[in-house]
């Protein structure tokens, strides 16, 4: 193992993502706002850096950035969750009350779905939770192993007025989503159909299922269904670990889903994902307050779980993004980070460069460890003409951001874009950019990846290069943002198309020595970028305090 | 080449120890015979103790292997929930780079 010092380790903690302040968190649990709070309930294991003895963390927050950790919502004490209270979601009732599903782990291992609900509705802050003394409302069907059944989604109407969920699960190599009606979340009534099967997919959890709007840019309640919604099915494949999504047409009298493509149906590998780096069992919520649906992501480590004890803590999750289907596209969904992170912008510099083939340019920005980038591409037309009017340039058929070198194999046309968390002699640097090929019928093809494999000196680290394809259309530039917060970088390329999280753990480019550079390795092209950085302040997560805490930072 | 070739004759005529040793051992032999016996016992146990080494230093590999493998297959599998931990991932990654 790497041997770490507390100075690179206390580096890793992040400003503006959310974290506890020690151990182990995984998944996303029954995210809502309620009462003018945004509530973020998660996996927790207060005992260790590392997974097991799962409670749920609770924190609030006006504006989904600055929050305030709350005592522990609900911990294993029944038999029915005795060895976990697993993952979750909540359900708004007609009269604004909240119901919250979640996975218990029996005394004897069994997953079985139980019922909670706020002790106090009166409460903003829902500080006390009562599980129903019926529990378990659901234990695994007739067929269903009993360590695959688990994570109910978040309820929604079906036309004849009950309320309909499906939790993941498996028959043999089959993933699968069961689907149940109840009209009192207390008893339920299974469907012989399932929303969705894909064989040769491995085990379904934390399965989600929400409408989005074909024309509009906002979000939808889980409820709605018409003419102008399609369905998503997301599923975290088990085996995996990726977050698969597909898009479909979703059938209210039978309770089925059909893929628009089943060439590339749900857990599919070269299928849609969220994001093509690190962030694994999300869970979508409509945010009522502000007519969005937001999507939450679990982003764990890279490094070795020695490294985890020793630092003490594991794992973040995304900035909460806004999620929509690509109205241009429509084969696509579009994920941006909530605006509420606009707050922590500080003083900006903006930059104009023209950059030859070959070459890397020191930005100045100062410290480079919290940083937001904006940035446009455009490549001479002279030289894309070069190049699409070459027949003997081969068309590049088998590029592939995960398998083709990294940042160092140079086309004509990439990769450009910027190293970040780098140090002064880019010995430790994280490259996010785009690498442009000449496609099938000699098309533009764009890829955006992230390249970590010279992130850190350390050893003890998974450094993989991340990416995909990444949807151009005609007259649009090249455009990225990216979120560098210390261990996290998060990318954005085409405004949402394709989304990057990796973490990273430089031992050198950390603290005063982070520093951020332009480059273009292409052989052929000159690339214009136009960028703006932002120094991000901190978000400044602590424990909720009545006295303090009552006048938190307004929300945007 | 040049500097191990020009260093290797250097050492070993400035070696007091070969020297020494060069005088002692005819003496030794001459004045007490049955010390033979216990340098060549001495060897056999060099010997043994150059095996039991090996296989200690082997040893706690494998058993640490074994025990990383419980690990990995963890808690969170062994509970039925999916893997947490990286560390199949890092030996895999491990084993592409050896390859």
């Known amino acids: 193992a790497f041997a770490w010092n507390n100075t690179m380790l206390s580096w890793q903690r992040t400003a503006f993502h959310f974290q506890p302040e020690k151990n182990w968190m995984n998944d996303p649990d029954g995210p809502l706002f309620y009462k003018g709070w945004y509530h973020f309930f998660y996996q927790y294991n207060p005992n260790a850096a590392v997974w097991g003895d799962i409670v749920w963390g609770h924190a609030v927050s006006k504006d989904l950035i600055h929050w305030l950790h709350l005592p522990f919502a609900m911990v294993p004490d029944q038999w029915y969750d005795a060895n976990g209270v697993w993952t979750g979601s909540a359900t708004f009732l007609d009269d604004g009350s909240i119901v919250m599903l979640y996975t218990g782990s029996t005394d004897k291992f069994v997953q079985v779905q139980n019922l909670a609900y706020p002790e106090d509705p009166n409460d903003p802050l829902l500080l006390k939770w009562t599980k129903f003394s019926g529990n378990p409302v659901l234990e695994p069907p007739p067929g269903i192993g009993d360590k695959d059944f688990r994570d109910p989604t978040t309820a929604w109407k079906t036309s004849d007025g009950k309320w309909r969920i499906t939790i993941g699960s498996k028959i043999n190599r089959t993933g699968i989503s069961l689907v149940y009606d109840t009209v009192d979340f207390k008893t339920y009534e299974k469907h012989d159909i399932l929303l969705h099967q894909v064989p040769n997919t491995g085990m379904w959890e934390c399965v989600d299922f929400y409408p989005v709007s074909k024309t509009k840019h906002h979000g939808l309640d889980t409820s709605v269904n018409g003419p102008d919604v399609r369905h998503i099915v997301k599923a975290s494949m088990d085996d995996t670990r990726i977050d698969h999504y597909a898009i479909g047409t979703y059938y209210d009298s039978n309770g089925t889903w059909v893929p628009d493509n089943p060439s590339i149906d749900v857990g599919i590998s070269t299928g849609l994902r969220y994001d093509y780096g690190k962030f694994y069992a999300s869970k979508t919520f409509y945010d009522q307050h502000k007519g969005r649906r937001i999507l939450w992501g679990w982003i764990g480590e890279s490094d070795s779980e020695a490294a985890d004890v020793q630092k003490g803590w594991s794992s973040l999750q995304a900035i909460p993004r806004t999620v929509v289907l690509d109205t241009k596209t429509k084969k696509n969904l579009i994920q941006w980070p909530v605006k509420e992170i606009e707050s922590l912008r500080l003083r900006s510099k903006k930059f104009h460069k023209k950059i030859g083939p070959g070459t890397v340019v020191p930005v100045d920005v100062g410290p480079a460890d919290q940083i937001d980038i904006e940035a446009e591409f455009k490549l001479k037309n002279e030289d894309l003409e070069v190049i699409f009017g070459d027949d003997s340039v081969e068309d590049d058929k088998d590029f592939s951001c995960e398998t083709s070198g990294g940042a160092t194999l140079r086309g004509a046309l990439g990769p450009f874009g910027f190293s970040v968390l780098a140090d002064q002699s880019l010995s430790e640097q994280t490259l996010v950019y785009f690498y442009v090929t000449k496609g099938k019928d000699s098309k533009l093809k764009t890829f955006f990846c992230t390249d970590t494999s010279k992130s850190t000196m350390a050893n003890d680290v998974v450094k993989p290069v991340y990416g995909s394809f990444v949807p151009v259309l005609k007259g649009e530039k090249l455009t990225m943002r990216i979120l560098v917060d210390h261990s996290i970088v998060e990318g954005f390329g085409q405004g949402g198309r394709t989304c990057i999280t990796s973490r990273v753990y430089p031992t050198k480019a950390i603290y005063g020595a982070t520093k951020l550079f332009l480059f273009n390795n292409a052989t052929d092209a000159t690339v214009t970028a136009s960028f703006k950085v932002w120094q991000m302040n901190s978000a400044f997560i602590h424990p909720f305090s009545a006295v303090d805490d009552l006048v938190v930072p307004s929300s945007t | 080449m040049a500097r191990s070739e020009s260093l290797l004759p250097v050492t070993s ?40 080494l090996i296989v200690t230093h082997t040893r706690p590999v494998s058993t640490k292997g074994a025990n990383d493998e419980k690990t990995v297959a963890s808690r969170a599998r062994l509970a039925g929930v999916s893997e947490k931990s990286n560390e199949h991932i890092w030996k895999m990654s491990d084993d592409r780079e050896g390859e």
Do not use: C, M, W
């Open chain 2, 13 to 52: 005529q400035h070696d007091p120890l070969s020297e020494s040793s060069s005088n002692s051992i005819p003496e030794t032999r001459r004045r007490k015979p049955t010390k033979v016996h216990l340098v060549v016992y001495s060897g056999f146990l060099l010997i043994a103790l150059y095996i039991t």
